[in-house]
Each structure stands twice: as structure tokens, then as C-alpha cells.
């Protein structure tokens, strides 16, 4: 049997004729998980109550992109710069990333992902990159998401290194970044101008791995990034 992957999915309006509700998640996450041979099954945001028997049906959990975290959970006011917030996804979520690591099955977060889980753990984020005390790279970038944008530096001996070279060019997509690392995490890529980028778990009873760029959207044009996905699905 293929490995079953919980998408946490997100929720958006669309407005035809009447606007109607939508859970759904990007199609190029779901491609990415069929083609490395898993088999993706779409979490709806609900109660967090709910999560135990969620993660029950699946084998591994995906944390895609999207809103900003409230900043309420990692205690901070919110800044003039926060964007879009969505705290019952937020609660759900952070539901299933605890009831995942109970039940010892592996994570793997994309953009938000990645802020989210090092939130879970008590780790906190910048909520925008000018509050970053150096002078950063521009990390929301103008080309098309297909194409890389920045170099990362990525830790030899991790998960990525495995199988990406120590320096590796991505695209970059995120206005927020983390600030305080969380205790169960490393960092083992970072940017050039030292802005975390990929982070994996140690110690835990689940394999954590995320990444804070958008290897979904390059992963039809570079076989590296599709790599991410199958290192996730068939070696995480
Ligand atoms: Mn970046």
C-alpha cells in the first residue's frame, strides 16, 4: 500500500455568482506527493478535538503554505506588518502536529509549515522581515515561482543534505521568517544573509523536516525539488 499523506488543507471564498467556501489545497503539493508514490488525503480545517482521528488514517503529515500564524501563539502582539491570520486553521493544525509526533509519524512543512511547526514548539518568528536585524535578501520575489531566487546553504550531514549540494539556489516566497529556534529543531539551511530556511527535528518520537521555500513550485522544472517530495514520502 502507498503511504498514506494527511494534507492539512486551507480554506478560501470564491465569488461566482454568490461567494461560496472552499477547503482545498494547491494541486502542485498533491502532484508532488502522487508522483514521489504516496497517496494524498486532504484534512478539511475542523475541530482539534478531531485530530487523533485524523492522524489515525494517515502515515505521514504535509504542512502547506498560506496564512501568517497568529502571533498569539508564540506571545507576541500583532505587528503593523502581519498579514492574513487564520486561527482556527492555526488550532487545527497545531492539533495535528501534536497528535502526529504522539503517534511517531513523520512531518514535513512547506513555508507556513515551517514557521508553524517551530511555533508548535515554543520557537517564535519575526512576523516581518524588517523587524530582521541585518539587511536581508529580498525574499519575496518578483519572478515567476518556478524559477529560483536566492542561494541556502545547506548543512551537510541532515535530511536535504543527503541528497541537495551544500549550496543550492531556491525560490523565495515569505515575508515572515523564524527568530528564536525552537529547542527540538536545527537549522540546516540557511540563507545568505543568515535568515532560516530549512529546519529538521532532533530527539523527538517524529522525524520533522520542513523548508521555509516553495519546492512545489519548481518541482515540474527541477528534479531536485520533486526529490524533496519523494525523500519525504519514501525516506522520512
Ligand atoms: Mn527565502
Redesign the pocket.
Given at each position: 500500500m502507498k503511504p498514506r499523506i494527511g494534507i492539512a488543507a486551507n480554506e478560501r471564498t470564491v465569488v461566482d455568482g454568490e461567494t461560496f467556501w472552499l477547503s482545498y489545497t494547491a494541486k502542485n503539493f498533491v502532484e508532488g506527493i502522487q508522483q514521489a508514490g504516496g497517496l494524498p488525503l486532504l484534512l478539511p480545517i475542523g475541530d482539534p478535538e478531531d485530530a487523533k482521528d485524523y492522524i489515525n488514517q494517515v502515515d505521514k503529515l504535509f504542512l502547506g503554505g498560506g496564512h501568517d500564524v497568529s502571533p498569539q501563539f508564540y506571545h507576541q502582539a500583532p505587528s503593523s506588518y502581519l498579514e492574513a491570520t487564520n486561527e482556527a486553521r492555526d488550532r487545527f493544525e497545531l492539533a495535528l502536529i501534536k497528535e502526529a509526533v504522539a503517534q511517531g509519524k513523520p512531518i514535513f512543512g512547506v513555508c507556513r509549515g515551517m514557521q508553524l511547526l517551530n511555533v508548535a514548539f515554543d520557537g517564535t518568528l519575526y512576523q516581518d522581515l524588517s523587524a530582521y536585524p541585518n539587511e536581508t535578501?529580498p525574499?519575496v520575489q518578483h519572478e515567476s515561482m518556478a524559477k529560483v531566487s536566492?542561494e541556502v546553504t545547506i548543512e551537510k550531514n541532515s535530511h536535504l543534505g543527503n541528497f541537495l549540494p551544500e549550496h543550492y539556489q531556491?525560490n523565495?516566497f515569505?515575508h515572515q521568517t523564524i527568530d528564536r529556534v525552537a529547542t527540538p529543531f536545527k537549522v540546516i539551511a540557511r540563507?545568505t544573509d543568515g535568515?532560516i530556511?530549512a529546519i529538521e527535528s532532533q530527539g523527538l518520537a517524529s522525524t520533522i523536516l520542513a523548508v521555509?521555500?516553495h519546492p512545489e513550485l519548481t518541482r515540474a522544472v527541477i528534479a531536485r525539488e520533486q526529490q524533496i517530495f519523494d525523500y519525504f514520502v519514501q525516506s522520512l
Amino acid at each position: 500500500m502507498k503511504p498514506r499523506i494527511g494534507i492539512a488543507a486551507n480554506e478560501r471564498t470564491v465569488v461566482d455568482g454568490e461567494t461560496f467556501w472552499l477547503s482545498y489545497t494547491a494541486k502542485n503539493f498533491v502532484e508532488g506527493i502522487q508522483q514521489a508514490g504516496g497517496l494524498p488525503l486532504l484534512l478539511p480545517i475542523g475541530d482539534p478535538e478531531d485530530a487523533k482521528d485524523y492522524i489515525n488514517q494517515v502515515d505521514k503529515l504535509f504542512l502547506g503554505g498560506g496564512h501568517d500564524v497568529s502571533p498569539q501563539f508564540y506571545h507576541q502582539a500583532p505587528s503593523s506588518y502581519l498579514e492574513a491570520t487564520n486561527e482556527a486553521r492555526d488550532r487545527f493544525e497545531l492539533a495535528l502536529i501534536k497528535e502526529a509526533v504522539a503517534q511517531g509519524k513523520p512531518i514535513f512543512g512547506v513555508c507556513r509549515g515551517m514557521q508553524l511547526l517551530n511555533v508548535a514548539f515554543d520557537g517564535t518568528l519575526y512576523q516581518d522581515l524588517s523587524a530582521y536585524p541585518n539587511e536581508t535578501l529580498p525574499h519575496v520575489q518578483h519572478e515567476s515561482m518556478a524559477k529560483v531566487s536566492h542561494e541556502v546553504t545547506i548543512e551537510k550531514n541532515s535530511h536535504l543534505g543527503n541528497f541537495l549540494p551544500e549550496h543550492y539556489q531556491v525560490n523565495s516566497f515569505h515575508h515572515q521568517t523564524i527568530d528564536r529556534v525552537a529547542t527540538p529543531f536545527k537549522v540546516i539551511a540557511r540563507a545568505t544573509d543568515g535568515v532560516i530556511e530549512a529546519i529538521e527535528s532532533q530527539g523527538l518520537a517524529s522525524t520533522i523536516l520542513a523548508v521555509q521555500w516553495h519546492p512545489e513550485l519548481t518541482r515540474a522544472v527541477i528534479a531536485r525539488e520533486q526529490q524533496i517530495f519523494d525523500y519525504f514520502v519514501q525516506s522520512l
